[in-house]
């Protein structure tokens, strides 16, 4: 998501909340506008410094974007439901700017126990639209890893992934069975698909499959770090060091000596 500053933004505009009655396209367009007037162009410059490639940023705080977004969906959904609520993200996260495409996660955060074989397919389509690591991990930590918990045969579209040419789908595939794995879920799945993608050349996917690791040792720590060591010799170092973040330093050491 955004990149969260130590300060927040207090020049803070009056923001427009979207008319109930108007149809998903509207709202979208009436949210756009909000979000392109109530920024900071100061902190949009900013944000570029957390990318390699060039994105479009209206200068939003994180927690000032997730104040806007509740207003949001609340008048939202005083006259729709939660279908409707949907294709108003869907519109959101069509655009170029990050602020949109972090909205339409937030819209529907906390909402995926409503969502179902559709949705997730909906969802899943995203990821062809992804321009960044935080528009991408929002939408997969946020929203996809709590339906993949839900309804754990969906690890199999996950494989699918990590076989696509889309560097940002192998990525998911990995970030989608983090909040699994803090629950002590998938270990199996997580050493097959780190299995996959160990020759994977793409730094996007070696940060991810590493923080998925990683948050595996937290939770599996014995599991893990025999496993870790299995396949210290041929894994990408990236990969190794993210790992080990949280392991004890003997542990780290031995893992990562050459």
Avoid at 69 to 82: G, H, Q
Avoid at 116 to 144: C, M, N, Q, T, Y
Avoid at 222 to 228: A, E, N, P
Wanted: some cysteine; charged content about 30%; proline content about 5%.
């Amino acid at each position: 998501m955004t990149p969260k500053p130590s300060q927040p933004h207090r020049d803070e505009p009056h923001r427009d909340v979207p008319k109930s009655t108007a149809i998903p396209a509207q709202l979208a367009a009436q949210i756009r506008q909000t979000l392109k007037t109530g920024g900071s162009p100061e902190h949009a410059a900013g944000v570029q410094w957390f990318f390699k490639d060039k994105i479009k940023s209206h200068g939003w705080y994180t927690d000032e974007l997730h104040r806007a977004t509740r207003s949001f969906r609340r008048e939202i959904l005083k006259a729709n439901d939660f279908g409707f609520l949907v294709k108003v993200a869907d519109e959101l996260f069509s655009g170029s700017v990050l602020e949109e495409k972090i909205v339409a996660v937030f819209l529907l955060e906390n909402l995926t126990t409503k969502c179902g074989p559709a949705e997730f397919k909906l969802l899943a389509s995203w990821l062809d639209r992804i321009s960044s690591w935080a528009d991408h991990d929002a939408l997969v930590h946020d929203l996809i890893a709590p339906m993949v918990i839900a309804e754990p045969a969906r690890t199999k579209q996950i494989f699918r992934w990590s076989k696509s040419r889309n560097r940002w789908r192998r990525r998911a595939a990995c970030v989608a069975l983090i909040r699994g794995t803090r629950k002590k879920m998938f270990f199996p799945e997580i050493q097959k698909l780190s299995d996959s993608l160990l020759g994977d050349e793409d730094d996007m996917v070696q940060k991810g499959l590493g923080w998925l690791l990683r948050e595996t040792a937290k939770y599996d720590a014995q599991r893990t770090i025999r496993y870790l060591m299995k396949i210290k010799a041929h894994a990408p170092r990236l990969v190794l060091r993210t790992a080990c973040e949280t392991l004890p330093a003997e542990t780290k050491k031995e893992i990562l000596k050459a």
